[in-house]
């Protein structure tokens, strides 16, 4: 480690010795400042944690592949496994326990923990090992034993904290989505053991999870009459444990009295009385289970997870449930309360090792099964030789526990994670993800779950959260009790997996170190033909010269053709205030890492591509400096120059800085104003000589005005100046782009003509000029407005005035937004007007010009102090109608279109090149709104669909707006209409609602505002609606003994009453009032939901007695009900007749937009794919 200033590193200087008894002082620390420390890598190796006593095994720990490093003493906490903090470098070291973490992909936490269980299994790691991958019979993609492989080779021979598993879920045919799938880790483990079996088909481990998981029980039934006995034997690869007997308050309160509970058999008797085969009648019997076979590894699955009948939901048992850590199965063998004196063993049909037999025939039977040592066999295929329970030796049943999976969280979701006991030294760890660390007994013990107190009924929901959900076992037998292949024992093919994965990681590494030691930092260039900022990020070594940077940066913006090498070079830039901070002389050939301060993840500056011509002189920017463009004002020509860059000092003067600045602009500083811009509109005269520029308030980069002249201007006060108002008028000019509407023959001669009758269309010639080839060959201040701020104002005024006239009046409504593609038109340069001679006639273009194009372009340059009103009135000439017939819209990102309609407002929201459409229509006037009115289809697949654009009125009633409707209806939609035989009706979405009667009143009794729609409803009959307090919903009829939905059919109601609406629907159906059950529909109209789902999915027959209460809720019109006949009876359909139903509903409702089931998502099932990919086939599941 090495001392050294900020920004430094000081390579040449000896490491300190951590041995010697130097001060901080002598070893070159300053006090007072901050110090910076240079760690490297030790002979090569990175840094390791030293803890204490971390001697003897060190040594060999790199030889070794799996076991924990001997540090004696690091005993961690319960905290070390709950909740951990990861950073970025801890998941690149290797934790200290030696084992290796495995990466949650989102939530895979119960995926890792069966993965790590399945390791530190020495008999599955071992067996796995053994299977050879052929890759010439199978992809090693979608492997899965291949895949298990690799990740178990890695998390023997890693030297990360964590792996990743996207490998093995790729093997099993899934994708991204199903990482945010949690599912259960005792169905996962099942899954993936079948998956195995099918894979391992004809090798040498076919049978592998069988030898190690699979034990045999037998399901009996015994009559209590004669003794008569039908059994089955079923074969099982986990136990499942009742924590909470159904219907008791109290849970079990260890695992052995769980076992007790599973094999306690009960007594069939009353109505449950069992049939017996040999007594021929029904009798009393008892039915229960025996263990015959317990496997190798003992899986005990607690289950925690169950159903709630009372609030209908899963929940989460919390109870405590203690595990011992030897668990002795021999007294669950064979319990049996009570002999019959009857000795044999009858069959019960169905199952495939059933059998009607005495016991010997049994055990003959059972025997075939055992012919390799799977397990504990408790009969033999000689009855002489059959072992009594008496006769078991005391240790041949006792198993130790030594993985515990354990479940934090509630039944809607929660986190897995394993607390393994390692068999190489006998010590816990807990397996969280990334995270794996020591712990003890006493962290075993608080995964029993439970609260201290008492336990009651409600102990479970006052527990902890945290406990143990799946138990592994293994029988402690010495002649099978594996110990982990070392490494000499490795087949070879395990070891060439070792060692391409050891080279994978070591390439890996390499390039991670690339990337820590690469300086990542945004680049910009303004392009020297193009003239047009880019924008990159540079990645660059840190090692890399600046000479050579330069030469990456000059091939990333694509200058090769453009621009000499020796033409560029990198400044240090702050893109945010445009400001360049230093440059860089004399350094091409320091490094870039001490260049730029080391490598960051962030910068607080840019690198900037500075490009110069071959006879220039690149500019020296030192660190200190301001930035200053210098923008030259003409008086006379009232003009404003492009700007130049001047650097100065924040020190300096106000004199200093104007003789500065006339070095470089070649004007008089004796007669010279500068103008700073401070922001938007903040123009300050620089007065005062002897003021520094800070004091002025400069900062990194700044604007100024400069003008020199000898005018009377000079004389007069800033405020009244010629120059202000320029400068003012410029700050406050703004650049817009106008698409005028299309334009038919002869328009263009309508324009002349507005043109030449208005009074002051002067100024509209000075503000407006043609589109003319690219933007940068306008005049960027010649077309400034000619008129004063105050003409500008009184204009407003003016147009504020003539308020009465309707034409420009107030209006305090937003427009409508609509999605509308409106492209800007280029120009070519070839059918363009001479800038000039159209800042002075306009009326000369050329006539065919205009014939010749569909839409025209105009480019104005406009003060956005003047109102919308004046800049409508400004356009006028150019649209050939007058302002109160044609509208503006705005264009925003993705060519949408708002209409500005609040003509008393100024232009201030506009910024330069805006877009802004003019289309050809009637502007609003005060109090009219524009309204979008679309045609209710009740019965159609579509039942909106938009026919017009309308204005209504404030004070205007719902007949009115009908009247000026019709004509509007038949030109525009082709519908003839009496004013009786259609209604309106208010539009929430896609959902009809209120009825809108003849005598209403717009902003009295209807609430109306911009971007309004209504409904307009074609009445098959006179109007039925006379009154507010009617109801109108829409009912349709459901009919299950032909699975089909009948037309709505319109039901007016004259309260809210369930009995009302139960008379009408029966009078519309003929269904008999008792027999009416009807639910509301659920969704955006019209409440579509397949035919396979209405009869049970909806709410049917609600008990309430008015409809706007819950669960109805219905207080408006427009909504939907369905009611059916309680008496009928739904379809029966065969499975051919239930697909092709199901087809045709979701086709149906796909098109309609809506969904197939409006019940609550369901969980995915867990499924792993054997060829790799999930069958996309949707009609089978």
């Not at 289950?303 to 929940?315: A, C, E, L």
């Not at 929660?414 to 712990?439: L, M, T």
């Not at 023959?745 to 509209?764: E, F, H, I, L, M």
């Not at 264009?891 to 201030?908: G, H, W």
Request: aromatic share 10%.
């Amino acid at each position: 480690m090495v001392p050294g200033e900020e920004n430094q590193l000081v390579p040449k200087e000896p490491p300190l010795d951590h041995t010697s008894d130097k001060s901080l002082l002598d070893a070159n620390f300053e006090p007072g400042k901050k110090n910076f420390l240079h760690l490297t890598d030790k002979d090569g190796e990175q840094p390791q944690i030293l803890l204490e006593d971390s001697s003897a095994g060190e040594d060999s720990v790199h030889d070794r592949f799996i076991g924990p490093l001997p540090r004696e003493g690091s005993v961690g906490s319960t905290s070390d496994y709950v909740s951990q903090s990861y950073s970025y470098s801890s998941i690149l070291n290797k934790s200290e326990t030696g084992y290796v973490g495995l990466v949650n992909q989102a939530m895979t936490c119960y995926l890792n923990s069966l993965l790590q269980t399945l390791f530190m299994t020495p008999e599955f790691r071992n067996a796995l090992y053994k299977w050879e991958f052929e890759e010439s019979e199978e992809d090693p993609v979608t492997s899965i034993p291949y895949q298990l492989q690799r990740l178990f080779v890695l998390l023997q021979t890693s030297k990360k904290r964590a792996i990743e598993t996207t490998d093995v879920t790729r093997s099993f045919g899934w994708d991204s989505s199903e990482a945010w799938q949690q599912h259960d880790v005792q169905e996962l483990c099942r899954v993936m053991f079948d998956a195995l079996e099918q894979k391992w088909k004809q090798t040498e481990q076919a049978d592998l999870i069988n030898e190690l998981y699979q034990g045999k029980l037998k399901d009996y039934v015994r009559c209590l009459e004669c003794g008569y006995e039908g059994w089955r034997i079923d074969t099982y690869l986990d136990i499942p444990l009742v924590i909470r007997p159904y219907g008791s308050s109290q849970a079990f309160a260890s695992v052995e009295e769980a076992l007790h509970a599973f094999i306690q058999p009960e007594i069939l008797d009353g109505p449950n009385q069992y049939f017996c085969e040999r007594c021929k009648k029904k009798c009393d019997a008892r039915k229960g289970l025996r263990f015959l076979h317990f496997p190798y590894l003992l899986t005990l699955q607690l289950k925690r997870f169950d159903f709630d009948y009372t609030t209908m939901h899963r929940i989460k048992l919390n109870d405590r449930m203690t595990f011992p850590e030897e668990l002795d199965m021999s007294t669950f063998i064979d319990v049996e309360d009570e002999k019959s004196p009857q000795t044999e063993s009858c069959t019960d049909s169905g199952a495939e090792n059933e059998g009607s037999c005495h016991s010997d025939q049994m055990s003959n039977d059972f025997s075939n099964d055992d012919g390799v040592d799977e397990g504990i066999c408790l009969e033999t295929n000689s009855g002489t030789e059959k072992i009594s329970k008496s006769g078991l030796e005391k240790n041949s049943l006792i198993y130790e526990l030594f993985s515990v999976m354990v479940h934090s969280g509630s039944a809607a979701g929660g986190h897995y994670y394993a607390c393994i006991k390692s068999f190489s030294d006998e010590q816990w760890y807990s397996f969280n993800d990334q995270h794996v660390s020591r712990i003890t007994q006493d962290d075993i013990k608080k995964t029993h779950g439970g609260s201290s107190g008492s336990r009651g009924y409600y102990s479970s929901a006052f527990a902890s959260s945290t406990n143990a959900y799946m138990l592994i076992y293994r029988l402690k037998d010495p002649a099978r009790n594996a110990k982990f292949l070392e490494v000499d024992e490795y087949p070879e093919h395990i070891k060439n997996l070792v060692q391409k994965e050891r080279e994978l990681e070591e390439q890996e590494k390499r390039q991670r170190e690339i990337e820590r030691n690469t300086c990542k930092i945004k680049l910009f260039c303004l392009h020297p033909a193009k003239q047009v900022m880019m924008e990159n990020k540079l990645e660059v070594h840190k090692d890399k010269t600046l000479k050579e940077a330069v030469e990456m940066a000059y091939k990333m913006m694509d200058l090769e053709e453009v621009i000499p090498l020796d033409c560029c070079r990198l400044v240090k830039y702050d893109e945010f205030h445009d400001y360049l901070e230093r440059s860089y002389e004399g350094e091409e050939d320091t490094p870039m890492g001490l260049l730029l301060g080391g490598v960051k993840s962030t910068y607080m500056f840019d690198l900037l591509l500075e490009t110069r011509k071959p006879d220039q002189v690149f500019q020296s920017y030192k660190p200190g400096e301001v930035m200053v463009k210098v923008h030259v004002v003409d008086l006379k020509a009232e003009s404003v120059a492009a700007p130049i860059t001047v650097r100065a000092y924040l020190n300096q003067t106000v004199t200093e800085f104007k003789q500065l600045i006339s070095k470089a602009i070649h004007l008089p500083a004796e007669t010279m104003r500068i103008v700073l811009e401070r922001c938007y509109n903040d123009l300050r005269l620089l007065s005062v000589p002897s003021k520094t520029l800070k004091a002025e308030g400069f900062f990194r980069s700044n604007k100024v005005f400069v003008e020199s002249s000898e005018t009377l201007d000079y004389q007069m006060a800033f405020a009244d100046s010629h120059l202000w108002k320029l400068l003012d008028r410029h700050a406050n000019t703004i650049r817009l782009f106008v698409l005028l509407p299309e334009q038919s023959p002869g328009s263009y001669s309508k324009r002349t003509a507005y043109q030449k009758a208005g009074g002051d269309s002067g100024n509209v010639d000075d503000d407006c000029e043609r589109v003319k080839g690219p933007v940068g060959s306008l005049k960027s201040v010649e077309a400034i407005l000619e008129e004063s701020t105050e003409k500008l104002k009184s204009l407003s005024l003016q147009q504020q005035q003539d308020g009465d006239n309707g034409d420009s009046s107030k209006s305090t409504e937003t427009s409508d937004f609509e999605n509308i593609e409106s492209p800007l038109n280029e120009r070519d340069s070839s059918a363009s007007v001479d800038n000039r001679e159209l800042e002075q006639h306009i009326q000369t273009s050329d006539p065919e010009n205009f014939q010749s194009e569909e839409r025209s372009d105009l480019m104005v340059h406009v003060d956005k102090r003047i109102t919308l009103a004046a800049f409508k009135q400004h356009l006028e000439p150019f649209v050939g109608v007058l302002s109160s017939h044609f509208k503006v819209f705005r264009v925003y990102a993705s060519n949408q279109e708002f209409e500005s309609v609040r003509l008393n407002e100024t232009l201030s929201s506009f910024s330069d090149d805006n877009k802004i459409t003019i289309r050809l229509g009637r502007a609003l006037k005060k109090g009219e709104y524009r309204v979008k009115v679309y045609q209710l289809l009740v019965n159609e697949q579509e039942p909106c669909k938009f026919l017009l654009d309308a204005v209504f009125a404030k004070g205007m009633t719902v007949r009115q707006s009908k009247e000026e409707l019709i004509p509007q209806l038949r030109e525009q939609c082709g519908l003839e209409l009496s004013i009786d035989r259609f209604r309106l009706r208010k539009k929430t979405w896609k959902n009809p609602g209120t009825v809108f009667l003849d005598y209403h009143i717009y902003e009295e009794d209807i609430n109306i505002s911009s971007n309004w729609e209504v409904f307009l409803e074609v009445l098959d009959g006179v109007e039925k609606m006379k009154s507010m307090s009617q109801l109108a919903v829409l009912s349709r009829r459901w009919k299950p003994s032909e699975m089909k939905l009948d037309p709505f059919q319109e039901v007016v109601l004259e309260s809210s009453s369930v009995d009302e609406l139960r008379e009408k629907l029966s009078e519309i159906s003929g269904i008999p009032l008792e027999d009416i059950e009807f639910a509301k529909g659920r969704g955006t109209f019209p409440c579509d939901i397949s035919v396979l789902d209405i009869h049970q999915d909806l709410d049917w027959n609600p008990k309430v007695s008015t409809l706007n209460v819950w669960p109805l809720y219905i207080c408006d019109d427009g909504a939907v009900i369905f009611y059916r006949d309680k008496t009928e009876e739904l379809m029966e359909l065969t499975d051919e007749q239930r697909n092709e139903l199901m087809k045709k509903e979701s086709s149906r409702l796909q098109k309609t937009g809506h969904r197939i089931t409006y019940s609550p998502r369901k969980e995915k099932a867990l499924k792993i794919y054997l060829d790799g990919a999930p069958n996309k086939d949707l009609t089978q599941d």
